[in-house]
Each structure stands twice: as structure tokens, then as C-alpha cells.
């Protein structure tokens, strides 16, 4: 009889062990193809298929390493050596967006604090966006998508920041919004540029000196909007920049990464660098490190960022952004 049940137990084992074994072959071409993919976006090709692979890479490196947890578990040796170099490459190719390497503060530089955030545009909860913008107690705000409801009660969402610079109304999307610069101290609107792009422009009387912040919405990358849209509007956001004189802050909603072809845009052609990026800033319903930080802040060389967080939700479906920056060290 023990001979028999013993039989039977290696006949029920078999075919898990055939299954284990398949699963572990199966996954190597998963896990190159990943490994391929990284190397495609670390070349840096601009075309929009690379490009838009590249806006997920924070996700991909999450799943990548929970992937290889599990095979790790199911003691799918092929599987985890795979999967670990796998999350290496894909972290060399996240790395960028999240370790910023950043230039030493001035001695004595006071700290400018900033808050910007998309709101967006059928957010209501005007309380929720008060208390975010309260907890963050920022010196400058930069709020983008602000809806009919917000701008129907601007002066209690902006109670202690009297100075405000407003762009044009947009249209793009299902109702019209705004974007909004508003500081504790005083501003000097810049004349808007109607030239595609959705954004506002200021010139802050800052601790600092005077400081030219700017707020910019970008359209959707392709497939979801045409290819070219955000390459011609960051085109038009040089033009901008190129007329500022002194240190600046270009802050909003970029739709990319740092590490994409508009990053590497604004970086090149803009001499901008950006804020570290992690954790992410989109979508909140995903917990902050699986998000992607489409939610950004550049600075020109005069500066250099002290902090980096995220802000108290808001009711939006992105996370506001919390920076801190001064004058950098010569």
C-alpha cells in the first residue's frame, strides 16, 4: 500500500514539475525582450514608438523586480537571473528621471519654496485644494487646470497670496480652464505668447532677486495626441525662455518624463535641468512609486533644487509637486 500512494504522489508531482519547467523557459524571452527594450531607450532614438515605451520605464522596473520576486519564489532558477538583469537594465533606464545630480547651494542663498500642481480641470473640491495648498505653505504656487468651480472661488483657494498672474482661457479640454501663477510677493506678468502652447509667465520680486517663473501645460504624447504636438510646443517654450534674463523656474504638467525626447528637449535646447523625479506624480489611484512623473520642475543653471516631495492630494488625479530651491554656488 506505501508503495502505491508513493506512486501516485510522483505521479501527481510530475506534471507541476513540467509546468515549472515550462514557466521557466517561458519566461527568458519575457524577460530579453525587456532587456532589448531597455537597450532601445538607452540609445536615446526619438522615435515616437521608443519614445512613449520610455514614459513607463518607473512601472516597468516595479514590475520587473515583483516579477522576479514571484519566479524567485516558484524556484524558477532560469527565471530570477533573468529577471535580475532585466531590472538592472531597466533601472539604468529610470535612474535618470530619479537621481538628478544637482550643484551645490550658495552660502547664506535664502530657500524659495514652490508648489505646483495640475488641479485639473473637473475638480471641485476647492476645500481639498486649499488644504493642499496650505500644508504645503509654499512661497510661490503654480496651479494648472483650474476649472470653473476653483475659479469661482479664487480668492478663498489663494487666501494669502495676493499677487497672481493668469493665462488665457483653454478651451482643449471638455470645459475651460485656466493656469495660474499667485506668490506672497510681488509679480510682473509677462505678455502672453499665443503660439500653441498653454502656458503663463511671471517675473517674481523673490528674496532671491527677481526669478522668472513660468507654467506649462503640454499636450498629450502620441498615440494619444498628433507626434509632433509636445516637440513643437517645448519649441515654443524655448522661444520663451530665450526672452527671460536671469535665473528661472519653468514648472507644470510636461506629459513626459525627464528622460524622454521632450526631457532631453528641454535639457538641450532649453538649458533647463530638472527636478529628481521619484516618486511619481501620475495617476494618484496607483500608489506614488508605480506613477510616472509627468509632473515636473526645471530649473536654469543660476539655481539649484534643495528638496524635492510630493504635495497633499488634492482631489486631482495628479500629485502636486513640492520643490525647494536657492541660488547655486559659483
Known sequence: ????????????????????????????????????????????????????????????????????????????????????????SVFVCAAPQWFIEGKAPADGAPVVRLYSANVYYLNEDVAAMRRSIEAADADILILIELGQAPLGQLDTLLEGYPHRADSMRTDVTRGPSRSIIASRWPLRQLASRPNGL??????????????????????????????????????????????????????????????GRIGRQMKQDLDMTPAGGFPGTWPTNLPAPLGITIDQVWRSYELTFTSRKLGRRNGSDHYPVVTEFTLAAE
Open 1 to 88: 500500500m506505501e508503495t502505491g500512494v508513493h506512486h501516485k504522489a510522483q505521479d501527481r508531482s510530475l506534471p507541476r514539475a513540467l509546468i515549472f519547467r515550462a514557466l521557466d523557459w517561458l519566461s527568458l524571452p519575457v524577460f530579453a525582450g525587456i532587456i532589448i527594450l531597455s537597450a532601445l531607450l538607452r540609445s536615446e532614438i526619438g522615435h515616437r514608438w521608443i519614445d512613449i515605451f520610455a514614459q513607463f520605464t518607473a512601472p516597468l522596473f516595479i514590475a520587473t523586480i515583483a516579477a522576479m520576486i514571484i519566479a524567485a519564489l516558484l524556484r524558477l532558477k532560469r527565471a530570477v537571473w533573468a529577471g535580475f538583469l532585466a531590472s538592472i
Open 198 to 259: 498653454h502656458s503663463v509667465a511671471a517675473v517674481a520680486e523673490t528674496p532671491l532677486g527677481d526669478l522668472n517663473v513660468v507654467g506649462v501645460h503640454l499636450t498629450r504624447p502620441w498615440p494619444f495626441q498628433y507626434q509632433w504636438g509636445q516637440i513643437s510646443q517645448t519649441m515654443a517654450l524655448g522661444d520663451i525662455r530665450r526672452t527671460l534674463e536671469g535665473p528661472v523656474i519653468i514648472a507644470g504638467d510636461f506629459n513626459s518624463v525627464s528622460n
